[in-house]
């Protein structure tokens, strides 16, 4: 190829290149944020607001005790472990007699996003109940997966495999409850079906907040696309993302480069209300932010065919907490509810003006329901006091939605 056709070639990319991967971003289903409405004042000056964000929450900032372990593919697969205090006798000394293992909470981050995601839960429930928060494999601190390298397809079912391999190391014995969020309940799901001894013999409860079991294809995200374009952007997006997944350094640039454009677009696919603490926004971002264009590209397809409707019924004898948001468009309320046809038994909570990341958006809400999931699970004392729902002492404002209960019976 020619220098000038060369040339041409990546002038398109500049050109488009950042509208194609916003537009991946999205249709994928990118379940994160914005920092905050767009400013009318200089690019200089919405980056010192950025800056000024970053500085003033300490969202994410929540360490546990460090550990990894390797999936079947040998990625390495970050965790930290939050564990309870060690009880003390009437003199202050520690009781060292031996006890049946404490419960476990095991959390499940979904896609572009961390265990930092659980930020407001992890802080109200340390000390509360012992937790287990992991990084999902390309994500966070977790090694990419060595199979992509290979060029082997991201799928639920490994994801599935790979919170085994987490369960196996962080949490060898014990009962479970298991919390996944949007992906992460997807993995939960592919748990059960693969490993339903495990399920039947450790796990006490689920939540699924903001997930799906199946039929994503047919999700339109908010675009008024006739039915014809919304099949035509389907059989196209993967193409795309895998031409933009091989351009990661060009993509990256123009993200950043365009980043209020960036903002814009994918805000309303976050959060449903537009009272989002400023800071609670921009930790979103940079949670997004940290996500390479070609995981994007790697994990889109696997969405696609997701199918664990059958796999549900590994959790029909189990507490089951489901939260959805009435203004999610990455997994639509309809998703949540059609996990409750499958199992009636299961709580449902439909959260008003609630977008896909309802646990940043409305953290005591989401939090309080977690909590009466432990008490029901008895994985805690009902008297136990699940205080503060995790508020950052940054003074955020989010805080209370207004819900749709709609239990078992």
């Known amino acids: 190829m020619g220098d000038g056709v060369g040339d041409g070639v990546s002038e398109?990319?500049?050109?488009?290149?950042?509208?194609?991967a916003a537009i991946g971003v999205i249709a994928a289903g990118a379940a994160?944020?914005?920092?905050?409405?767009?400013?009318?004042?200089?690019?200089?000056?919405?980056?010192?607001?950025?800056?000024?964000?970053?500085?003033?929450?300490?969202?994410?900032?929540?360490?546990?005790?460090?550990?990894t372990t390797r999936a079947e593919d040998a990625t390495e697969i970050y965790y930290e472990t939050d564990e309870l205090p060690e009880e003390k006798g009437s003199r202050g000394r520690l009781l060292r007699r031996?006890?049946?293992?404490?419960p476990t909470v095991v959390f499940c981050h979904g896609y572009c996003l961390s265990q930092d995601s659980w930020h407001f839960q992890r802080a109200a429930l340390r000390g509360v109940v012992r937790s287990v928060y992991?990084?999902?494999?390309?994500?966070g601190r977790s090694a990419r997966g060595l199979a992509q390298a290979d060029g082997e397809p991201v799928t639920i079912e490994q994801l599935g495999r790979d919170l085994k391999a987490v369960i196996d190391a962080a949490a060898p014995e014990g009962p479970l409850v298991l919390v996944g969020h949007s992906m992460g309940g997807m993995t939960i799901m592919a748990l059960a079906e693969q490993f339903p001894g495990l399920v039947g013999e450790r796990v006490l409860g689920v939540a699924l907040i903001g997930t799906s079991s199946g039929g994503l294809g047919e999700v339109t995200y908010g675009l008024p696309l006739p039915a014809a374009g919304l099949s035509a952007v389907r059989r196209v997006l993967p193409g795309v993302l895998r031409a933009l997944g091989s351009q990661v350094e060009l993509v990256e640039k123009g993200r950043r480069a365009t980043a209020d454009l960036f903002a814009g677009m994918v805000k309303r696919y976050s959060f449903?209300?537009?009272?989002?603490d400023p800071a609670v926004a921009r930790f979103a971002e940079r949670l997004i932010e940290t996500t390479p264009i070609d995981v994007v590209a790697e994990f889109y397809p696997a969405f696609q065919i997701h199918d664990k409707s059958?796999?549900?019924?590994?959790?029909?004898?189990?507490?089951?907490?489901v939260i959805a948001g009435d203004r999610d468009m990455i997994t639509p309320a309809a998703h949540s509810?059609?996990?409750?046809?499958?199992?009636?038994?299961?709580?449902?909570?439909?959260?008003e003006s609630a977008g896909h990341l309802m646990m940043l958006e409305y953290p005591e809400t989401v939090t309080g329901l977690l909590g009466d999931l432990l008490v029901r699970t008895g994985a805690v004392a009902a008297a136990t006091n699940v205080g503060g729902h995790g508020r950052s002492?940054?003074?955020?404002?989010?805080?209370?939605?207004?819900?749709?209960p709609q239990p078992g019976h």
């Open 12 to 20: 398109n990319w500049r050109k488009a290149g950042w509208a194609g």
């Open 32 to 67: 994160a944020g914005v920092a905050m409405e767009r400013l009318t004042v200089g690019r200089g000056m919405r980056m010192k607001a950025r800056l000024a964000l970053d500085a003033a929450g300490d969202y994410g900032s929540l360490r546990g005790t460090e550990g």
């Open 98 to 102: 031996k006890a049946a293992a404490a």
């Open 134 to 139: 992991w990084d999902q494999r390309s994500h």
């Open 272 to 276: 449903g209300s537009r009272e989002v």
């Open 310 to 321: 059958a796999a549900l019924q590994r959790f029909a004898d189990i507490p089951v907490t």
């Open 337 to 351: 509810e059609a996990i409750k046809a499958e199992l009636p038994a299961a709580e449902l909570t439909v959260l």
């Open 393 to 404: 002492t940054a003074g955020s404002t989010a805080g209370t939605a207004g819900s749709t």
